[in-house]
C-alpha cells in the first residue's frame, strides 16, 4: 500500500454545512412539519380532492376519506378549522421568507454552483451511483465530503421544482390572488385542481423526507445529524468501514 | 457486529423516543392554540398576507369571471339552509313583500328600500366562484344593486340565528372590497329569484374573499367607523369564532 492510502484511511473532520445552511434547514423543518399537519387539519374541513374549476362540475371526486385523517396527524389535534388556518397561514410566511433567504445564499455564497450543481463527471457515475443507492452503498474517504448525483438532483428538484410548486399552488387557491392575471389558475385546469395538486405536492414532500431521513439513518446517523447541528463531519476510515 | 436482540432494543429506544417527543410537540401545539397568546402571534399571518395581497394585485383588480357553460350544476347551500327565525319566517311566507332592507349608521341619509326599489336600481350580472373556507368551490350567476356612503366598514345584519342564544349572522367588509366593482348585493341566483337555502332575499358577493364574508338573509346594512362594539368585535360571526378578518386565502 502506498501513502496516499494511508492518509485516505486515517479519519478526519471538516466543516461539512455552514451556519446559515444548518439554521435555515432546521427553520425549514419545523415549518414544513406544522404546514403539513395543519394543511391536513385544513383538508379534513371538506375531505374530498375534485379536478376543475368548481367542485360542481357534475363529475364526482375522485378522492374522498370518510373521516378524514386522524386527529393525531393534524394541528391541531381534534376538528378545528380555524386554528389549523392560522397555524398554516402564519408558517407559510416562515416557509416563504426562509425559502427565499436559502435561495439567495445559495447562489450569492457559491453553495449552488460549489455543492449542488452537477459536474460532468457526476453525470457520468449516474449508473454507478443508482447501483450504490439500491444496495444501500455509500460514498466513504474523500467521495463523502461530496454529494452525489442522485443526492444533488434529488435536493435541485425539491428546492427548484417541487417547493415552488407547492408554493404557487397555494396562491392558487386564494381568491384575491385570482386577480393578478384573471384565468392564471386555469392553466393547471382551476381552483379544485390546485387544491388538488397542493395536496399531491405535499405528499411528494412527505416522500422526499421519508428518504431523506431513511438515507441519513443508513449513512451514519449520529454523523450526519452532528454536521447538520454543529458543522461537524468526520470522514471515516475507508479500511474501517470496509471491514465491517 | 452487534447482536440482533441489541440492535432491536435500541430500534425500540429510538422509536419510543422519537413517538414521546412527537407526542409532547403536539400536546404542546395543542396548548398554544387554546392560549390567549399564541393565536395573536399567528393572526400576524393573515396580516401580513392582505398586505401582501394588497401591493400584489390593485384595489380594482377583477375576479375571474365565467362563462354560462361552466355554472355549476347546482349551487351549493352551506350553512343556514332556512333560518329559524319567526320574523324572517314572516316575510318568506309573503315573497318578502313586507321585507325593507335598513341602510343606517353613519350614513347622510339613512333609508329603507324594498326588493322592489332595489331591482330598479342600476345591475350588474356576473358568474364567479364561491370558494368556501373548508374547500369546495361553486360557481354562480349573480345579480344586484349598489351600495354607497362614507365610513371604514360596511357591516351586514342578517336574520338567520346561528345558535341556541339566537346570536344572529353578521359580517363586515372595509370600502376597498365595498366599492369593488364586482361586490354586489344579490336577489337572483342562476335567473331565478334568490332561492331562500341560498340567502332570500338578499345576500352579498364579495368576489376577492372566501364564502363566509357573503353573508345571507341580510336585513340590515349598518355603515360604521368601527366593528368593535357588534357581536364579540371581530367583525364577523365566524370571525367571532376565530376565523379571519381578511378572507383572501
Known amino acids: 500500500m502506498g501513502i ?5 484511511a486515517s479519519p478526519h473532520a471538516y466543516l461539512r454545512h455552514s451556519l446559515t445552511v444548518r439554521i435555515l434547514h432546521w427553520i425549514n423543518v419545523i415549518a414544513l412539519c406544522v404546514l403539513f399537519m395543519s394543511g391536513l387539519q385544513i383538508f379534513n374541513a371538506h375531505p374530498a380532492l375534485n379536478w376543475g374549476r368548481s367542485s360542481y362540475t357534475g363529475a364526482p371526486a375522485f378522492f374522498t376519506l370518510a373521516h378524514g385523517f386522524p386527529s393525531w396527524m393534524t394541528l391541531p389535534g381534534g376538528r378545528w378549522l380555524a386554528m389549523g388556518r392560522r397555524w ?12 427565499l433567504i436559502y435561495v439567495v445564499y445559495c447562489i450569492l455564497s457559491r453553495h449552488l454552483a460549489r455543492d449542488l450543481a452537477p459536474t460532468r463527471t457526476d453525470w457520468r457515475s449516474i449508473g454507478r451511483s443508482i447501483v450504490d443507492h439500491l444496495h444501500l452503498r455509500h460514498p466513504t474517504g474523500e467521495a463523502a465530503r461530496r454529494y ?5 438532483l434529488a435536493y435541485l428538484f425539491v428546492i ?7 408554493i404557487l399552488m397555494g396562491w392558487a387557491l386564494s381568491p384575491r390572488l385570482d386577480t393578478v392575471i384573471p384565468g392564471w389558475v386555469d392553466i393547471v ?7 388538488t395538486l397542493h395536496f399531491i405536492a405535499a405528499w411528494t414532500l412527505v416522500a422526499f423526507v421519508l428518504v431523506h431521513v431513511f438515507e441519513v439513518l443508513i449513512s451514519g446517523v449520529y454523523n450526519q445529524l452532528r454536521s447538520m447541528v454543529t458543522g461537524r463531519f468526520v470522514v471515516a476510515s475507508e479500511h474501517a468501514k470496509r471491514s465491517r | 457486529m452487534p447482536s440482533a436482540r441489541a440492535d432491536h432494543s435500541r430500534r425500540q429506544f429510538v422509536l419510543r423516543l422519537l413517538t414521546a417527543t412527537s407526542a409532547a410537540l403536539i400536546a404542546g401545539c395543542d396548548a398554544a392554540s387554546r392560549s390567549s397568546w399564541f393565536p395573536k402571534v399567528l393572526g400576524v399571518g393573515e396580516r401580513v398576507s392582505r398586505g401582501a395581497q394588497r401591493l400584489a394585485t390593485s384595489r380594482r383588480s377583477m375576479a375571474q369571471e365565467f362563462s354560462a357553460a361552466q355554472l355549476s350544476p347546482q349551487f351549493r347551500s352551506n350553512g343556514t339552509a332556512n333560518p329559524d ?23 347622510e341619509h339613512p333609508l329603507q328600500l324594498s326588493l322592489g326599489e332595489l331591482r330598479a336600481m342600476p345591475s350588474r350580472t356576473q358568474i364567479t366562484r364561491h370558494d ?8 354562480g350567476q349573480w345579480n344586484r344593486a349598489v351600495p354607497q356612503a362614507a365610513a371604514r366598514y360596511v357591516v351586514f345584519h342578517c336574520a338567520d340565528p346561528m345558535d341556541a342564544l339566537g346570536t344572529k349572522y353578521y359580517e363586515s367588509v372595509d370600502f376597498e372590497d365595498a366599492y369593488h366593482p364586482q361586490t354586489i348585493l344579490a336577489y337572483e341566483l342562476n335567473g331565478a329569484v334568490l332561492p331562500i337555502a341560498n340567502g332570500a332575499p338578499l345576500r352579498v358577493r364579495i368576489e376577492r374573499q372566501l364564502g363566509y364574508k357573503m353573508a345571507k338573509y341580510i336585513m340590515r346594512i349598518e355603515l360604521v367607523a368601527s366593528f368593535a362594539k357588534i357581536g364579540a368585535g371581530n367583525g364577523g360571526y365566524w370571525e367571532d369564532q376565530g376565523y379571519e378578518w381578511y378572507a383572501g386565502i
Not at chain 2, 133 to 138: D, Q, T
Request: aromatic share 16%.
Open chain 1, 88 to 99: 398554516h397561514l402564519f408558517f407559510a410566511w416562515i416557509f416563504f421568507m426562509n425559502g
Open chain 1, 148 to 152: 452525489n448525483i442522485l443526492q444533488k
Open chain 1, 160 to 166: 427548484f421544482a417541487l417547493l415552488p410548486f407547492v
Open chain 2, 132 to 139: 368556501c373556507v373548508e374547500g369546495w368551490s361553486a360557481i
Open chain 2, 85 to 107: 327565525n319567526p320574523e324572517y319566517q314572516a316575510l318568506a311566507a309573503n315573497q318578502f313583500a313586507n321585507w325593507r332592507l335598513r341602510i343606517d349608521g353613519l350614513v
Open chain 1, 189 to 195: 385546469g382551476g381552483r379544485q385542481s390546485a387544491r
Open chain 1, 4 to 8: 496516499e492510502d494511508s492518509t485516505a
